[in-house]
Structures are given as structure tokens and as C-alpha cells.
């Protein structure tokens, strides 16, 4: 059973920092690509950040490019956000997924919350 468990979000003030964390289990990690997505109240769930398997390629929305940077470990089944800079509009849920070529590999999972507030 493919499972997603996000952890590492908390309320945090303009221009701190936060590093989530989402540990898969139910499929071989390795081989997929790993996305991160928010979802705002209100929203849609957009994605806002991308890792390829081996970790040689990332890609950023153009919203938190320069200020998140996604990383993974394949040996801990592992995926990173760390955020910095962080705004109001960064607050959302976050979750992670497993990214198939076409579509997520399984269930969302329960995420975690960012609250970006002063």
C-alpha cells in the first residue's frame, strides 16, 4: 500500500524558515520522481516543487523558486522541502506525492500545515 507521511510545518513568522519532511513506504522509492504540492484554502493543490529519481533534476514554481529547495534521500525513502523567506502567501498544506509520468502514484496523505504569520 502505497503511503505518504508529511511532517516538519508549524507556524512560523515573514522571512523565516521551515524544512518538511515526507516519508514514503509501499513502492521503491528510487524509481519515481517526487513532487511536493500546497493547497491554500480556497485553492486548487498546485505543485511547487520536483525531484527526478537519482536527484539530477529539480524544477521550482515560479512562486518559490530561489526560496525552497527540494531534495530527497533515497536510502531513508525520503523527500525534503526546505523553505526560506517564507511569506503569508506560502501558507497552505503541504503533501507530497510520487509522480508516475502521467499521474500520482497513490493516496494523498494527511499533509502538513504551514502557517506563515506575524
Known amino acids: 500500500q502505497v503511503q505518504f507521511v508529511e511532517s516538519g510545518g508549524g507556524l512560523v513568522q515573514p522571512g523565516g524558515s521551515l524544512r518538511l519532511s515526507c516519508t514514503a513506504s509501499?513502492?521503491?522509492?528510487?524509481?519515481?520522481?517526487m513532487r511536493w504540492y500546497r493547497q491554500a484554502p480556497g485553492q486548487e493543490r498546485e505543485v511547487v516543487a520536483r525531484?527526478?529519481?537519482?536527484?539530477?533534476?529539480?524544477n521550482y514554481a515560479d512562486s518559490v523558486k530561489g526560496r525552497f529547495t527540494i531534495s530527497r534521500d533515497n536510502a531513508k525513502n525520503t523527500v525534503y522541502l526546505q523553505m526560506s523567506s517564507l511569506n503569508t502567501e506560502d501558507t497552505a498544506v503541504y503533501y507530497c506525492n510520487a509522480w508516475t509520468g502521467i499521474r500520482v502514484l497513490g493516496s494523498w496523505g494527511q499533509g502538513t500545515q504551514v502557517t506563515v504569520s506575524s
Open positions: 509501499g513502492f521503491v522509492f528510487g524509481s519515481y520522481a
Open positions: 525531484i527526478s529519481g537519482a536527484s539530477s533534476y529539480t
